[in-house]
């Protein structure tokens, strides 16, 4: 199980800009995606909130936020952030997997970034996304980055390159070490591939899906709830 409530999860805001190349970018691709879609005040899903990378850039805009996450820990370093910059921000946080997630409340836009390589692929992914789709309204947007590898690449290759990165990036010295970081990172690693993301976005009833962000091992796409094809 990866170590959200032990180190990695303390260090995690400190190293994710550098663990993940593109980031930053992806993350205010996302946040421009989301402003070119919602007005003020509307409601917005943040599945795997911990940390509060999203919270915090998101908490400016206006919009009613809930949060789920199932690590204490990442959450109370999401409280410790937000209360830093707009204590009196209209977010609700739930401690709990975003499977287990009951309300029947339906959103103008989902987020879950860097959450579902932590599923594998034998209908857990596909439940997660047909979740994501039921509790979202007509036209609502959904914002999905996942670790994913490109098609064709071994994650041989793959897998060093990474380490070679999380070397220069300074977040480890040793192999030994960027194997443990890695290791908690992909929690037994639930990989996939664009084109197989893709096909289970469209399963759950996706529309309009592109791919927006594209690095080496990781994808980001926005799609649609909707009936125009
Ligand atoms: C790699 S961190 C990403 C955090 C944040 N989204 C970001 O981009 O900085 C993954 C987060 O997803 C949470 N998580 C893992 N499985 C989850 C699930 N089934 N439902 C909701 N959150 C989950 C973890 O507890 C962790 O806080």
């Not at 409280?79 to 339906?106: G, H, M, T, V, Y």
């Not at 987020?111 to 036209?139: C, Y």
Request: charged share 25%; aromatic share 10%; proline share 3%.
């Amino acid at each position: 199980m990866v170590d959200f409530e032990g180190e990695y999860g303390r260090r995690y805001n400190n190293m994710i800009e550098r663990a993940m190349p593109g980031y930053t970018g992806m993350s205010e691709l996302t946040l421009a995606i989301l402003r070119s879609h919602m007005k003020t005040f509307e409601n917005l899903l943040v599945i795997g909130a911990g940390g509060g990378n999203e919270l915090i850039s998101f908490a400016m805009e206006g919009w009613n936020i809930t949060g789920i996450d199932p690590s204490p820990q990442m959450l109370e370093l999401a409280k410790q952030r937000l209360a830093q910059i707009k204590p009196e921000s209209k977010i609700e946080l739930l401690c709990d997997r975003f499977e287990n997630f009951e309300k029947s409340k339906e959103f103008d836009a989902i987020t879950s970034i860097l959450v579902m390589h932590f599923l594998p692929d034998d209908g857990s992914k596909s439940n997660f996304l047909k979740k994501v789709f039921h509790h979202l309204k007509e036209g609502a947007i959904y914002i999905h980055v996942d670790v994913c590898k490109l098609a064709g690449t071994p994650m041989e290759t793959v897998g060093e390159i990474a380490i070679n990165y999380l070397k220069s990036a300074g977040l480890v010295h040793t192999r030994a070490e960027a194997m443990e970081f890695l290791k908690n990172g992909s929690s037994g690693g639930h990989f996939s591939v664009p084109t197989r993301m893709e096909e289970l976005f469209r399963e759950a009833g996706f529309i309009q899906i592109q791919q927006f962000f594209q690095g080496l091992y990781y994808c980001g796409w926005m799609m649609k709830k909707g009936s125009v094809k």
